[in-house]
């Protein structure tokens, strides 16, 4: 079965760097899109950057300029690298996965496959 696996959250000051991961295993197609998405507390979960099989990648405004989204296809790993950090970017972080005309920063629904959550915290 496919399997997501965040790693690399914690706490940080604002200003701080955290470089999140996630393991992917058991995907069946070539294509794909996969997201990084945050959950909030009192908030909704809203994407935060997304990069499909071709390389395209797309940021949610708040995320443009500070973070970077790629991936390793031969470790089966995507990366969110997160530099200028706010308190604003606390949240719980989690990896999505789903074919890539499905690519979406808006609607999480599109997205079959979901890691556990990887906990950021970002202190002032």
């Known amino acids: 079965q496919v399997q997501l696996a965040e790693s690399g959250g914690g706490s940080v000051q604002t200003g701080g760097s955290l470089r999140l991961s996630c393991a992917v295993s058991g995907y069946p197609y070539s294509d794909y899109c996969m997201g990084w998405f945050r959950h909030a507390p009192g908030g909704e979960r809203e994407g935060v950057a997304t990069?499909?099989?071709?390389?395209?990648?797309r940021y949610a405004d708040s995320a443009k300029g500070r973070f970077t989204v790629s991936r390793d296809n031969a470790k089966n790993t995507l990366y969110l690298e997160m530099n200028s950090l706010k308190p604003e970017d606390t949240g719980m972080y989690y990896c999505?996965?789903?074919?890539?005309?499905?690519?979406?920063?808006?609607?999480?629904?599109?997205?079959?496959?979901w890691g556990q959550g990887t906990q950021v915290t970002v202190s002032s």
């Open positions: 990069i499909a099989n071709d390389g395209t990648t």
């Open positions: 999505a996965l789903g074919r890539v005309l499905r690519c979406s920063l808006v609607n999480d629904w599109r997205y079959p496959y």
